[in-house]
């Protein structure tokens, strides 16, 4: 048995195009339950560590605050400190847990345009999220099936998102690509990111993911901009783990390949 944790970055609230949330990620790990508990106890001592160096202790790990927000603005004044701290909290994670990443980034401008004359976009995927969420679903079904040694289904943990939560529910009951998703054990699941704190590290590196297309898609590069550096550091150091299978053909391939952004293909 496997468990997927997934958690967005760069949700837009509207049903149109928001110039403040010009990308969305969608992120989420991949674990095998035989490894669940070592996976907690690995980030319960990362929260130790973190904790040690603020001037308050906090409860969740979010890129958003780790990036620029108190108590680490305050505790950690340098960018070059709080970009520390997000690559030792990630590496650290990963030097001690094996686990397998799923992504999908969408441009969400590009998504809106898109969608006036894609039928696909206006009736089932109706937001950036879905598409996002979806993408990473059919990842996660392409890269478990061929296991030889899979010995059970996968149950899927998304952060809490009520609007559209029975839009992913309906969506997994109803593939848009395939007859079924044989890999998700019943349906998707729902958890507030506080509570879950392997949320937490799909928000960390869904909101990595997001910043470096943001910081590159407004002309920043590794010479000029420290978090671009640092950030593209980062995703170099973890993308042994991760899976970014073609899993679309036809329509669904075409409309992806309109509106997906790819680090392999960052915007210019």
């Known amino acids: 048995m496997y468990a997927l944790y997934a958690d967005e970055s760069g949700f837009s609230k509207a049903s149109k195009y928001e110039s403040d949330q010009a990308i969305l990620v969608v992120a989420g790990i991949l674990i095998d339950f035989s490894k669940l508990q070592k996976a907690l106890n690995v980030f319960d001592e990362i929260l130790l560590d973190v904790n040690a160096k603020l001037n308050r202790p906090v409860r969740e790990l979010k890129f958003s ?39 999908c ?15 696909i976009l206006r009736n089932n995927l109706t937001h950036p999220y879905l598409c996002a969420a979806y993408k990473i679903l059919s990842q996660l079904e392409s890269c478990q099936a061929p296991k030889k040694r899979n010995k059970g289904k996968t149950f899927v943990v998304f952060d809490e998102q009520n609007q559209y939560q029975y839009k992913i529910e309906a969506l997994i009951q109803q593939p848009l690509h395939i007859q079924t998703f044989e890999q998700i054990f019943d349906t998707a699941y729902f958890g507030k990111s506080h509570y879950s704190k392997l949320i937490q590290i799909a928000d960390l590196i869904a909101g990595t993911i997001r910043y470096y297309f943001v910081r590159t898609n407004v002309g920043k590069t590794p010479e000029d901009d420290h978090w671009t550096k640092r950030i593209e550091g980062v995703i170099q150091k973890i993308s042994p783990d991760i899976i970014n299978k073609n899993c679309f053909t036809g329509e669904l391939h075409e409309v992806y390949a309109k509106i997906e952004l790819n680090i392999k293909n960052k915007p210019r």
């Open 105 to 119: 980034a969408i441009d969400n401008e590009k998504y809106y345009r898109v969608k006036r004359s894609e039928a």
């Open 65 to 103: 605050e780790i990036r620029n927000r108190e108590p680490f603005r305050i505790s950690l004044a340098k960018v070059e400190e709080r970009a520390d701290l997000l690559e030792n909290i990630l590496l650290g994670f990963q030097k001690e847990i094996d686990f397998k990443i799923f992504y």
